[in-house]
Structure formats: structure tokens, C-alpha cells
């Protein structure tokens, strides 16, 4: 049972901050590895491809400690896009992730900075195939968006690996089967539409009618829409209280879960007595997360 583990947030190509927090935890590259000397292991909770300047860089140091066994880590979202953005889908034609605007947008520095480097990219899909989508160990879970038992049982009864008919049903927003409800909630997270009409600007200009919750925090502490929306907009924010039909899912297990996935800005502290996020928005200004288990301790650098 080892409990001497950090976990780390949501990199996004800052392969500079990742290398100055894995100091500041102690790692030291040897032989071009990053290890600790007291045996440590890190756990990233993914993420680490897409917007920032130094993305080969970062796959490279995160797989090399994994494959090393100095590291583990889960699919980020931006993993799992990157795997359908490049697989063409065989029975629609296209890919399972479209090539229009708004996805190649999203994928653009990872995109570029690979482009002269097309069998290194290949080996990373490679590996982001292998990639688990959480960790439930002894002492604590880890998944990039929302722990929900519910979807866990469901892609733990069907899923065999990211092959073309687990992507195909994964995607199918249109029939959105179990699998499709899993991955968007377990890699993206939960949402819930907006009362009245409403809608607000997301970070990459869309407008958007379907609002993030706050799954971590307990159903007693939202009295209001704001504490319960990620985004709520303005008029919402503190007029009444939230409806006890909008006060949706809320994880209550003991065993701590941590994630990435949320844009969370100031200094990184724990969210809840059990839920820890560790994205702290370095790829917008802001801190690299790590949270040493034993210590019970959050540490973090900016770029
Ligand atoms: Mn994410």
C-alpha cells in the first residue's frame, strides 16, 4: 500500500512547470527520467497535450516516468479528443472527432508542434490508447472530470480498449449510448441546462446553454445557483434558491478523488473534505497543482 504519491494537474504542454514542480516535490531526472529517491510516485490526472508551448516535451517526460514506473496517469479529455480527432471513423467516413474550426482550433499548438515529428505523435496516440480512464486504489481515486459510480460500473461491464467500436459508440451523440454518457461526464464532466432560457460565453467564445456543477461539493451547501453552476450567469447567481430539483449529483464517498478538468483560479485549495482538483489554469496564467498524499499538502508553481 503506497501512499507516497503525488498527484499532479492538468499540464497542457507547460513541460517548464512541470519540470520546476517535479523538483519542488523532490524528482530528479536521471538518465533523462524524472524519479524520486525515496521512491515516490506521481499521478497525473491529465491533460497534458494542447495550447501550451512545450508539448512533446511534456509527453515525453510524463511517459518516459510511467513507463518507468515512476508515474501513473489517466486520459484527460484533450487525450481522448486527440484519439478521435486521428482515427478515421470506418463506417461514417470523416474521423470520430470532426476537422471543423472549432476542434482544429482546440488541437492547433499540439498540431504544430508535432507537425515534423509524425511517428513521435503516432507513438504517443499509441500510448494515450492505453491510457485508464481512473484509478481506484487503496487509498484514493483519480479521474480527470467527475467520479460517478454509476458510469464506472457501466464502462467497467463493457470496455475492452479504445478500438473503433467503443469510439463509435462513445461519440454517437446522437443515440448517446451508456458509453457516450460515461466517457462525456467521466472526461468532461457533469452539466446541467440553464433555467429560463439562459446561456453564457464559455472561455473559447461559444455560446452555451448547458452550465458545469459543482459535483463535488454536498447538496446541503447549495443554496443558491451559484454555488452550484461553474458559470452561472449574473442574473442567476443569487437570485433565490436553487430548486431541489436542480440539486443534482454530489459525490459522498470517504475515499479522497482527485481531478483536473476545471479552469480554477487563485491559490489551489481543496474543494471539499473528499474531492481535491488539482487544475489551477496553468495554460491561462496560472498555477500547476500537486497534492503530496502522505503530507496531505498542496504545492504549485506558475509559468
Ligand atoms: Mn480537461
Request: glycine letters at 8%; one cysteine or more; charged letters at 25%.
Given at each position: ?100 474550426w ?27 490508447r ?11 481515486r ?15 461491464a463493457?470496455?475492452?480498449g ?65 454555488d ?27 475515499k ?48
Open positions: 500500500m503506497n501512499k507516497r504519491i503525488d498527484l499532479i494537474g492538468d499540464i497542457h504542454g507547460h513541460a517548464d512547470a512541470l519540470e520546476r514542480l517535479l523538483q519542488m516535490l523532490g524528482y530528479r531526472r536521471k538518465s533523462g527520467v524524472y524519479s524520486h529517491p525515496q521512491a515516490r510516485q506521481a499521478v497525473f490526472v491529465g491533460d497534458f497535450i494542447d495550447r501550451g508551448p512545450r508539448i512533446r516535451e511534456t509527453l515525453h517526460i510524463v511517459r518516459d516516468m510511467c513507463d518507468a514506473g515512476h508515474a501513473r496517469a489517466v486520459m484527460g479529455n484533450h487525450e481522448f479528443n486527440a484519439i478521435c480527432f486521428h482515427t478515421p471513423h470506418t463506417e461514417k467516413g470523416g474521423f470520430f472527432r470532426d476537422h471543423s472549432k476542434e482544429i482550433n482546440q488541437h492547433m499548438a499540439t498540431l504544430e508542434q508535432f507537425r515534423h515529428y509524425r511517428e513521435e505523435w503516432e507513438g504517443f496516440l499509441e500510448w494515450f492505453t491510457l485508464p480512464i481512473w484509478i481506484d486504489d487503496a487509498n484514493f483519480v479521474v480527470h472530470a467527475c467520479w460517478d459510480p454509476a458510469h464506472i460500473a457501466t464502462l467497467s463493457c470496455f475492452t479504445m478500438d473503433a467500436e467503443f469510439l463509435s459508440r462513445a461519440t454517437d451523440h446522437q443515440n448517446a449510448p451508456p458509453e457516450f454518457h460515461a466517457i462525456e461526464e467521466l472526461l468532461k464532466g457533469k452539466e446541467e441546462i440553464l433555467p429560463d432560457g439562459l446561456s453564457f460565453t464559455d472561455k473559447d467564445g461559444a455560446i452555451r446553454h448547458e452550465c458545469r456543477i459543482r459535483w463535488w461539493t454536498s447538496p446541503s451547501e447549495r443554496e443558491t445557483y451559484g452550484y453552476l461553474m458559470e452561472c450567469p449574473e442574473s442567476l447567481r443569487n437570485e433565490g434558491l436553487l430548486p431541489a430539483s436542480r440539486n443534482g449529483f454530489s459525490y459522498a464517498d470517504d479522497p478523488v482527485f481531478f483536473g478538468h476545471y479552469w480554477l483560479k487563485g491559490s489551489p485549495k481543496a474543494v471539499s473534505r473528499n474531492a481535491i482538483c488539482l487544475d489551477y489554469s496553468v495554460a491561462k496564467g496560472g498555477y500547476l497543482a500537486a497534492y503530496s498524499l502522505d503530507e496531505a499538502r498542496l504545492r504549485w508553481v506558475g509559468v
